[in-house]
């Protein structure tokens, strides 16, 4: 009884967490890469070192995920890193020379990422919210 107790306020903490996510003012921006990959970034208004990434069509562990990042800037660069690879730091999206790429992992080239005007036109930020807190509550918060 205790299990399902807890585990009904962890969802109702996370229900409440994507409202209020959700509610926040936020920015959305959209890139695509060669063969397809696309990357839908999602962050609050007035930048952060925060993003919620959603991954698409790289044909690889990523894809149709969304992952929560933490950019580290240092100059002009950026490194995105997540822990939801395994549990360890690992750097999702670069940001060289003005430049920004996806490393998809298992063995693969860099993606070279470029802005999509249109496409970010058309992207709206609060599904990608509420779709990283629908999963985030269904797995009991990881």
């Known amino acids: ?9 962890v969802l109702a903490w996370c229900a409440a967490s994507a409202i209020a996510v959700a509610g926040e003012a936020q920015s959305v921006k959209v890139y695509k ?11 609050k208004s007035g930048g952060g070192a925060e993003a919620l990434v959603k991954v698409e069509g790289t044909d690889t ?3 149709g995920r ?5 950019i580290s800037r240092w100059g002009e660069n950026e490194d995105w890193f997540t822990y939801e690879l ?15 790429d996806l ?32 999963k985030r509550g269904k797995d009991g918060g990881k």
Do not use: C, N, W
């Not at 395994?86 to 920004?100: F, K, Q, S």
């Not at 999509?116 to 807190?133: G, H, L, M, R, W």
């Open 33 to 43: 890469g060669g063969e397809g990959a696309k990357v839908t970034v999602v962050r």
């Open 103 to 134: 490393y998809p992992g298992e063995g693969r080239d860099s993606i070279h990422l470029a802005y999509d005007e249109k496409a970010t036109a058309d992207a709206k930020p609060d599904p990608i919210v509420e779709e990283y807190q629908a």
């Open 66 to 70: 969304i992952f929560k990042v933490e």
């Open 61 to 63: 562990r990523l894809d």
């Open 86 to 100: 395994g549990g360890t730091r690992y750097a999702l999206i670069t940001l060289r020379r003005g430049e920004r």
């Open 1 to 9: 009884m205790r299990g399902e107790t807890f585990r009904a306020v």
